[in-house]
């Protein structure tokens, strides 16, 4: 799997200073205000975030300047149930690592912590919002490989009917499958990437329809996003260089406490 940093193509430059290091999420995130009237679109971006990286960001800062979100909530799982690995780095550690990734985005934040103590649930998450932002439109930013998962989510049907459905794509693209005719590969790419991703959310659709529930979302139009946590702990383990594959701030941080070793 080749891994690449697509935050590159926006130009994206880490701009947070060494003073972001010390534990400040608490401070910084404890609170999220209410919108202004003319703010009416509110999406979750979940996960264990272990650790947060260039491609989530690329998924949040896609969905606000495609759909035009209002605010990006980031919801930092506790103990994810539905992931294979267990979570290496601490929940406070994982929540500091994204505040520091998001810290110069003022339409980025953070759920507090305690919006449920326990942990983070999806419904939870969405009810609390709902009550916060109770004008506002909810959406959910996901992966296309997490959706599938959806049908498995606890009170998945109440989940699913409560927002709608963003979704960015993954593909491993065969050179011997390019169409000749496309003006460029990746034009080929991204046109197959869409169709993909479609497809398995008409699955999941097809899914949620038989538990009486209709699903609805949008594709994210972005490149496939090939990065992923799991490489990056494996890469920290080897004490590889991390390159691009996450913010500056967040190379800082893993290093400084030596997560993933």
Known sequence: MIFFHPLAV????????????????????????????CMKKVAILGGSFDPVHCGHLLMAETAVSQFGIDRVIWAIDRAPGHKSHSVLASFDQRREMVALATAGRSDFGLLPVDTNPSKTSAIYTLLYLQKLYPEAQLY????????????KWPRCTEIADLCDWLVAGRESVRLGEWDMGKSSIDDWAGEKM??????VCCKVAEQMAVLGVQL??????????????SHIRRCSAQNRDLGDLVPEVVRTYITAHRLYK
């Open 10 to 37: 926006l130009g994206y430059r880490s701009v947070f200073p060494a003073m972001f290091l010390r534990p400040m999420w608490g401070e910084t995130h404890k609170d999220l205000p209410r919108l202004p009237l």
């Open 140 to 151: 959910w930013i996901i992966g296309a490989d997490a959706l599938q998962t959806l049908p």
């Open 194 to 199: 869409q169709v993909e991703t479609n497809a």
């Open 216 to 229: 609805r979302w949008q594709v994210l139009a972005m490149g496939a996003i090939e990065i992923s946590s």
